[in-house]
């Protein structure tokens, strides 16, 4: 029988692969659905890709790639049989055959038993060689069965691989000395001190300086006024003020000119007032309590609200067989594939079937409704799409509770870069939004419009309808504070939803606004308002705020938020009668210092740093151009030289002598030369054209959007709206002079309900624009005092009656408590 398996397997052999390390075997759960060893049909695993696949998915797997040796896992489940005295009777269990099975059950694990079964599966005939079976297989088939039967859970951490080179703690961490300067630093807000840029933000951990880093090729950075700090003050080490979480943040040592580890950094940080350990405390009291394997409440939630969506259900369900049929070799990594197995295993009811009433009697009648319960498979857990969309986030990857607003906005950016070229769900929450911004010295006001998916409604404390009550409760908490009695019985503000709607709708201070009309920094105010409806409207109740701690805090309040709700009166105008606008000019390139002075030295002979130039040309490019890129970047470094060069690569006079403009003729004037006509201009990052093209403009238009605005997203969206194309201008350039704004919107500020195509009108996203008048059908709330820790559950509203879903529990909701949601969802009403 031997010489007969091992003739058998031969032609296999090739395909027959041992895990290696960092291959992640799918034992537990099937890549298509959620089928596992426990379904009926068990689960399948490739031998050569360690994916899995329910008995319905196997022949697709097969028919693709060939391949054709499975194992085939089953486990099977039994109540304990019980003895005269009602004890359970000790029954000896199968050997070990596979372990690390994660599987998602809601029973009692001391009321049952099971047993599991292994065997090799040949497809296309389905032959069957049971395991183990040492003696009859060859040796590399046995190795390869035992080490799939051991692997860990695939949804575990890797180890980082052998040839990845391991961060060392710095030598300044232990001994760091920390000036007693009084400085503390927000919670947000931040800006370098010497530049004003927001972005690539680095705290000093010696004088809580905050500047900005370097410049980077993918285009992103700073000015490199970190470094500089540095060089004059000695002082070494540094941390980036956006990836500080309660595991730690990215640490610089510019002494050591490399990252490094800093064991010591929360007591750092908090000696700028950032109390990273109170942070850890509270996730610590919830991550056992809210997070349930594979994933978390605030997944669950937004997922289950998505889902309930027409939109998300025709993209990834009704084109099911489709998806699944052109994936990818390896589907689980694939986002379509993941979204549409969920979608599936929500609405099928395949994973949730409840029992006949009748079964369900004559069950408890037996007193076998354990095994009844057992037997209803409880919910799907997403730990598959959980794994895909969290790769490389700091926040999502990881098992601690996160805010379920920030992962919403996560998976809108998923769906919109996983949608390209094909049907969009994430158009249904896309609109536009008209911020006016006025100069308050020049009266002159600016019009412009961005993309937004959700709107983010202030909380007013101070227009609570129980204002005196508050007061009272604050009183007695003070004075059992003072006394050390037990605090009172908490009053929850109660806000009227007008006054949250009041309160978005009102002139806010525009921070460091610098107006074109007075060519210097200026007082402004900007309001917004509505540019086009959403067919799908997102709310959320900013309920959360960060102490002087960094700590995140909740505010205790209820909001009466309406099942109906007309927007109407806050669709945009757009420019007014009497309304002068301020000029289109961009504020002035902040440069430092030293360089501000050599530009203005004689032109005749620039000053030009040639070590940078020499860099550059032992690189391989021209001397010519090196000098040329130097110049034009401001002498700002090899950094922004070498992206200047890849940026004008193809220029016919690339590599001629460098000319200069003479004083007598300046040329165009700069004032009316965006950013783009800068020597600043470089190649966008690929990512960020994706994600403009996504929104339906034009690649050329995006392209010349992020180079105008030195790849910033928030501000190529702006400039897009503010910079029509082109070829569209010859017929509007006669009306310039007197509505030069409302035709880039005119289509946008329609009351069509038509969806605008991308056909129609490629200069803009694609947006449902529609009225403003909305029925409440799904919210999200929180319990809990922090975003960081609590719970998540949602209500939809199905069939006219609201059904809650608490993790696993589904049930109808009597009393839905929407006056505490923290995420609200409308639908458009019909013009009918």
């Known amino acids: 029988m031997a010489t007969d398996l091992g003739e058998l397997l031969v032609p296999y052999m090739p395909t027959i692969r041992v895990p290696r390390t960092g291959d992640r075997v799918f034992k537990s759960e099937c890549a298509f659905s959620f089928d596992s060893p426990e379904s009926e049909g068990g689960l399948y695993v490739c031998m050569n890709t360690f994916l899995g696949f329910g008995r319905e998915h196997v022949e697709r797997h097969y028919r693709k790639t060939g391949q054709s040796v499975y194992m085939h896992l089953?486990?099977?489940?039994?109540?304990?049989?019980?003895?005269?005295?009602?004890?359970?009777?000790?029954?000896?269990?199968?050997?070990?055959?596979?372990?690390?099975?994660?599987?998602n059950r809601d029973f009692n694990g001391e009321d049952y038993e099971y047993e599991d079964e292994a065997k090799l599966v040949i497809f296309p005939d389905h032959f069957e060689i049971p395991l183990p079976n040492i003696e009859e297989l060859p040796a590399l088939v046995t190795i390869a069965c035992d080490a799939v039967l051991n692997a860990p859970?695939?949804?575990?951490?890797?180890?980082?691989?052998?040839?990845?080179?391991?961060?060392?703690?710095?030598?300044?961490?232990?001994?760091?000395?920390?000036?007693?300067?009084?400085?503390?630093?927000?919670?947000?807000?931040?800006?370098?001190?010497?530049?004003?840029?927001?972005?690539?933000?680095?705290?000093?951990?010696t004088d809580g300086a905050v500047l900005c880093g370097k410049w980077f090729f993918d285009g992103s950075g700073g000015n490199g006024h970190a470094l500089e700090h540095y060089r004059a003050t000695?002082?070494?080490?540094?941390?980036?003020?956006?990836?500080?979480?309660?595991?730690?943040?990215?640490?610089?040592?510019?002494?050591?000119?490399?990252?490094?580890?800093?064991?010591?950094?929360?007591?750092?940080?908090?000696?700028?007032?950032?109390?990273?350990?109170?942070?850890?405390k509270e996730q610590r009291m919830v991550t056992t309590q809210t997070i349930t394997p594979g994933h978390g409440c605030y997944i669950s939630t937004v997922l289950q609200v998505l889902f309930s969506i027409p939109d998300f259900q025709r993209m990834y369900v009704g084109n099911l067989q489709r998806i699944f049929d052109y994936s990818p070799l390896d589907p689980s990594q694939d986002f379509a594939t993941q979204m549409a197995k969920l979608g599936h295993g929500l609405l099928s009811g395949q994973y949730a079937k409840p029992p006949m009433k009748s079964e369900l009697i004559e069950q408890v009648m037996k007193e076998e409704y354990k095994v009844l319960n057992w037997h209803q498979q409880k919910g799907v857990s997403p730990r598959m799409l959980k794994s895909l969309v969290s790769q490389g986030h700091p926040e999502f990857s990881s098992n601690r509770q996160q805010d379920a607003h920030e992962f919403l906005l996560h998976m809108i950016n998923q769906v919109e870069r996983n949608s390209a070229g094909s049907e969009n769900?994430?158009?249904?929450?896309?609109?536009?939004?008209?911020?006016?911004i006025q100069c308050c010295q020049s009266r002159r006001v600016r019009y412009t419009q961005r993309v937004d998916y959700c709107i983010q409604l202030p909380a007013p404390i101070e227009a609570a309808t129980n204002r005196e009550e508050l007061l009272a409760y604050e009183v007695k908490r003070k004075e059992a504070e003072d006394n050390m009695r037990a605090p009172p019985e908490p009053v929850r503000a109660r806000i009227p939803f007008t006054a949250c709607l009041q309160a978005f709708t009102e002139p806010e201070n525009v921070p460091d606004f610098w107006s074109s009309a007075l060519q210097a920094k200026s007082a402004g105010v900007k309001t917004s308002r509505f540019a086009s409806f959403p067919e799908y409207l997102i709310l959320q109740i900013k309920k959360f705020t960060f102490g002087v701690d960094w700590v995140p805090k909740k505010l205790d309040l209820a909001i009466d938020v309406p099942d109906f709700l007309d927007l109407s009166r806050m669709r945009a105008t757009g420019l007014q009668a009497g309304e002068e606008e301020l000029?289109?000019?961009?504020?002035?390139?902040?440069?430092?210092?030293?360089?501000?002075?050599?530009s203005m030295s004689s032109i005749d002979s620039p000053e030009i740093d040639e070590t940078a130039v020499m860099q550059l040309a032992e690189m391989g490019f021209p001397l010519e151009a090196c000098r040329k890129a130097v110049y034009y970047t401001g002498n700002m470094g090899p950094e922004m030289a070498f992206n200047w060069i890849i940026a004008h690569m193809e220029e016919p006079d690339f590599a001629e002598p460098l000319t200069l403009p003479s004083m007598i003729d300046p040329g165009p004037s700069t004032s009316d030369s965006p950013m783009g006509a800068t020597p600043l201009g470089n190649s966008p990052p690929e990512e960020s054209i994706s994600i403009l093209t996504s929104m339906g403009f034009p690649r050329a238009h995006s392209i010349q959007a992020l180079k105008a605005t030195n790849n910033n997203?928030?501000?190529?969206l702006d400039w897009i709206f503010t910079h029509p194309e082109e070829e569209e201008s010859d017929a509007l350039s006669d009306m310039a002079d007197t509505e030069p704004n409302d035709n880039a919107f005119s289509n946008a500020n329609s009351h069509s309900d038509s969806t605008?195509?991308?056909?129609?009108?490629?200069?803009?996203?694609?947006?449902?624009?529609?009225?403003?008048?909305?029925?409440?059908?799904?919210?999200?709330?929180?319990?809990?005092?922090?975003?960081?820790?609590?719970h998540y559950v949602c209500h939809i509203k199905k069939e006219g009656r609201w059904v809650i879903y608490n993790d696993h529990k589904v049930c109808l909701s009597e009393r839905p408590p929407k006056d505490l949601g923290y995420i609200y969802f409308y639908h458009r009403l019909s013009s009918s």
């Open 425 to 436: 769900p994430s158009d249904a929450f896309r609109f536009l939004v008209e911020e006016r």
């Open 713 to 716: 997203l928030e501000r190529a």
């Open 756 to 790: 605008l195509s991308p056909d129609r009108d490629t200069s803009g996203p694609r947006i449902k624009d529609g009225p403003g008048r909305y029925e409440l059908f799904a919210f999200i709330s929180h319990m809990g005092a922090s975003t960081m820790s609590g």
């Open 234 to 280: 000695n002082y070494p080490l540094a941390v980036k003020l956006d990836t500080i979480t309660p595991d730690g943040a990215d640490v610089y040592s510019f002494e050591e000119e490399e990252a490094v580890l800093d064991p010591h950094i929360s007591d750092h940080l908090s000696h700028f007032g950032i109390d990273m350990l109170q942070m850890q």
């Open 153 to 205: 859970s695939a949804y575990k951490k890797q180890e980082p691989e052998s040839w990845e080179e391991e961060i060392q703690v710095s030598r300044h961490a232990r001994s760091l000395r920390q000036l007693d300067n009084g400085v503390r630093i927000p919670p947000s807000g931040w800006k370098c001190q010497k530049c004003e840029m927001r972005e690539n933000l680095w705290l000093n951990l």
């Open 583 to 598: 000029p289109d000019l961009m504020p002035p390139i902040v440069l430092p210092e030293d360089t501000r002075d050599n």
């Open 74 to 103: 089953k486990r099977h489940v039994k109540e304990k049989a019980t003895g005269a005295a009602g004890g359970a009777i000790p029954r000896r269990r199968n050997g070990k055959v596979f372990l690390d099975l994660e599987l």
